[in-house]
T-cell receptor
């Protein structure tokens, strides 16, 4: 099976930088996603990592270490609109070749003035 | 493109009633999924489909059935609703073309079973 851990809640100040961590245990690992979900809305795709290293996309960056089963999402120059839940999701290939995706419970980020 | 749409957006059922949730996508995606989201439990996969005419069980399939008769539609049925099925239901689709399989989510259906 898969086990994904991420903090339940975080608070950060507008304009600052925040790092949201995610650790996972899985077999057949085939990539890690980060999604953003505003309250009452659907999740939206932010980033994808399959190789070790840092992927940068504007104010958001995502890092992966496959050997450590660890990822983080880095949000720079925080804005009030970044207040949302951030979901870590791990993709793994099962014996039937299906790409199964399992979501963590999410980290609720509150950005304060 | 509408992306992924879900109907209805809200529904209240009494225990024992049945209903069908409809998901439609216009992106020609192969994969489609049904999730439920409950406070503190994240997104849990109910059923999924890897192509037209195929379905498979996810983590929490009991009490639900699905069908994928057309590639663009994925139906979720509750035959006899129970209060434990009160939840927000999300449909998602993913395409194999990019290799990413990132999922596109519908707006959700808020279901209350009394």
């Amino acid at each position: 099976g898969q086990n994904i851990d991420q903090p339940t809640e975080m608070t950060a100040t507008e304009g600052a930088i925040v790092q949201i961590n995610c650790t996972y245990q899985t077999s057949g690992f085939n990539g890690l996603f980060w999604y953003q979900q505003h309250a009452g809305e659907a999740p939206t795709f932010l980033s994808y990592n399959v190789l070790d290293g840092l992927e940068e996309k504007g104010r958001f960056s995502s890092f992966l270490s496959r050997s450590k089963g660890y990822s983080y999402l880095l949000l720079k120059e925080l804005q009030m609109k970044d207040s949302a839940s951030y979901l870590c999701a791990v993709r793994a290939e099962n014996s039937g070749g299906y790409q199964k995706v399992t979501f963590g419970t999410g980290t609720k980020l509150q950005v304060i003035p | 493109n509408a992306g992924v749409t879900q109907t209805p957006k809200f529904r209240v059922l009494k225990t024992g009633q049945s209903m069908t949730l409809l998901c439609a996508q216009d992106m020609n995606h192969e994969y489609m999924y049904w999730y439920r989201q409950d406070p503190g439990m994240g997104l849990r996969l109910i059923h999924y489909s890897v192509g037209e005419g195929t379905t498979a069980k996810g983590e929490v399939p009991d009490g639900y059935n699905v069908s994928r008769l057309k590639k663009q539609n994925f139906l979720l049925g509750l035959e006899s609703a129970a209060p434990s099925q009160t939840s927000v239901y999300f449909c998602a689709s993913a395409g194999a073309g990019t290799g990413l399989y990132e999922q596109y989510f519908g707006p959700g259906t808020r279901l209350t079973v009394t």
